[in-house]
């Protein structure tokens, strides 16, 4: 899967342009500013998802302007596509190989990629809601089927703390809380099955990728905490069985909380380098070198399992990073289409083989690299 060429046109502040990257490293670099995230941003839109700046579409269009368009040529099942989205005050229209589709939806799954911003970093920084998040999504994308499991345990959940918060009213409620335990039960073991099994995964493969960007002096592991304990070693029949026994055992106190305190819904990764948790004791740029490995983890999954290679979105990742680590990002990541942006030209001037387009005032100039 690679971006043949990328045009924009009054979107945010960039002028109308083109660029054609090439298929490997494009570094985007120039002042703070100038368009470069508007770049990614625009690639990302393409793809079929939300803005992952939490933008409103209304922002999408350049001040004093009635419309704002982006559009792709891309590579992608075997065959050269297009896609192309029309922001207009109100209105929004969709356009896949020419096809006017009901909304983004339609091109979710035509051209894949995985973004890194520094909003990203709050996988290390925050709660474990962010980092169920992570798991979740990267899921929805390789296994379709993942999605309605995961709405079926969301549904039940709320349907059983309800049930918890209305007990003390009508104490004759409890007897029909065996059955919302067992629903619970049941789906909640699928759905730590399924991420115990990602999570295992992209710690295989995030670790490599961790050990040549710090140069083999870390070494990163990935891990899922459950709620539930020894599910490393348990099949989902077994997980069942311990979370029943976990929900009677507990009944009285989730009654006096109104929720509930076992399952998925609690569960977290515990991330760690050289033995060390990152999120206490790493500095920021071992915390961005974290973060860094899983989603460029995250694409190799996607890859082997839709045998289609992901674009891959990088937005100011070499701030924080030492010479090193930036060597490693620039110029040993093969096999990958990847976008880069930048403000330091000490950076750039480290890609050996790629595309550099400077930025400036939503412009851009690019320089071929042999």
């Given at each position: 899967?690679?971006i043949?060429?990328?045009?924009?046109?009054?979107?945010?502040?960039?002028?109308?342009?083109?660029?054609?990257?090439?298929?490997?490293?494009?570094?985007?670099y120039?002042?703070?500013?100038?368009?470069?995230?508007?770049?990614?941003?625009?690639?990302?839109?393409l793809?079929?998802?939300?803005?992952?700046?939490?933008?409103?579409?209304?922002?999408?269009?350049?001040?004093?302007?009635?419309?704002?368009?982006?559009?792709?040529?891309?590579?992608?099942?075997?065959?050269?596509?297009?896609?192309?989205?029309?922001?207009?005050?109100?209105?929004?229209?969709?356009?896949?190989?020419?096809?006017?589709?009901?909304?983004?939806?339609?091109l979710?799954?035509?051209?894949?990629?995985?973004v890194f911003s520094p909003?990203?970093?709050?996988?290390?920084?925050?709660?474990?809601?962010?980092?169920?998040?992570?798991?979740?999504?990267?899921?929805?994308?390789?296994?379709?089927?993942?999605?309605?499991?995961?709405?079926?345990?969301?549904?039940?959940?709320?349907n059983?703390?309800?049930?918890l918060?209305?007990?003390?009213?009508?104490?004759?409620?409890?007897?029909?809380?065996?059955a919302?335990?067992?629903?619970?039960?049941?789906?909640?073991?699928?759905i730590?099955?399924?991420?115990?099994?990602?999570v295992?995964?992209?710690?295989?493969?995030?670790s490599?990728?961790?050990?040549?960007?710090?140069?083999?002096?870390?070494?990163?592991?990935?891990?899922?905490?459950?709620?539930?304990?020894?599910v490393?070693?348990?099949?989902?029949?077994q997980?069942?069985?311990t979370?029943?026994?976990m929900?009677?055992?507990?009944?009285?106190?989730?009654?006096?909380?109104?929720?509930?305190s076992?399952?998925?819904?609690r569960?977290?990764?515990?991330?760690?380098?050289?033995?060390?948790?990152?999120?206490a004791?790493?500095?920021?740029?071992q915390?961005?070198?974290?973060?860094?490995?899983?989603?460029?983890?995250?694409?190799?999954?996607?890859?082997?399992?839709t045998?289609?290679?992901?674009?891959v979105?990088?937005?100011?990742v070499?701030?924080e990073?030492?010479?090193?680590?930036?060597?490693?990002?620039l110029?040993e990541?093969?096999?990958?289409?990847?976008?880069?942006?930048c403000?330091?030209?000490d950076?750039?001037?480290?890609?050996?083989?790629?595309?550099?387009f400077?930025?400036q005032?939503?412009?851009?100039?690019?320089?071929?690299?042999?």
């Amino acid at each position: 899967m690679k971006i043949l060429s990328l045009g924009f046109n009054k979107f945010r502040n960039l002028e109308t342009a083109s660029i054609t990257p090439c298929e490997n490293i494009n570094i985007i670099y120039g002042d703070n500013a100038q368009g470069k995230t508007n770049i990614i941003e625009a690639i990302w839109l393409l793809t079929g998802n939300k803005s992952f700046r939490g933008a409103k579409e209304s922002e999408f269009i350049k001040f004093n302007e009635d419309f704002a368009k982006i559009n792709a040529g891309f590579y992608s099942q075997g065959r050269n596509q297009s896609a192309e989205i029309i922001y207009s005050k109100g209105k929004k229209e969709v356009f896949l190989n020419g096809v006017k589709k009901s909304g983004s939806s339609g091109l979710l799954g035509q051209m894949c990629s995985v973004v890194f911003s520094p909003e990203h970093l709050s996988l290390i920084k925050s709660g474990p809601i962010e980092r169920r998040k992570f798991i979740d999504n990267a899921l929805c994308q390789i296994k379709p089927s993942y999605r309605n499991t995961l709405l079926q345990y969301n549904k039940i959940l709320a349907n059983r703390n309800a049930l918890l918060k209305d007990i003390p009213k009508n104490r004759k409620l409890i007897d029909t809380l065996d059955a919302w335990d067992y629903r619970l039960a049941v789906v909640g073991s699928v759905i730590i099955v399924m991420r115990r099994k990602y999570v295992n995964k992209l710690c295989e493969v995030a670790s490599f990728y961790h050990s040549g960007i710090s140069h083999k002096k870390e070494v990163l592991s990935i891990k899922y905490a459950s709620t539930v304990p020894d599910v490393e070693t348990r099949e989902s029949d077994q997980i069942k069985d311990t979370i029943l026994a976990m929900l009677n055992e507990h009944r009285n106190e989730e009654i006096a909380m109104s929720s509930t305190s076992i399952g998925p819904h609690r569960d977290d990764i515990d991330i760690t380098i050289n033995g060390e948790n990152v999120r206490a004791f790493g500095s920021q740029g071992q915390q961005r070198s974290c973060v860094l490995s899983m989603k460029i983890a995250e694409e190799e999954i996607i890859r082997i399992s839709t045998d289609e290679e992901p674009i891959v979105l990088l937005d100011d990742v070499l701030s924080e990073l030492d010479c090193e680590r930036q060597e490693f990002l620039l110029n040993e990541i093969e096999g990958k289409q990847v976008f880069i942006t930048c403000c330091d030209p000490d950076s750039v001037k480290r890609l050996k083989n790629g595309s550099l387009f400077k930025i400036q005032g939503g412009s851009a100039e690019c320089t071929q690299l042999s």
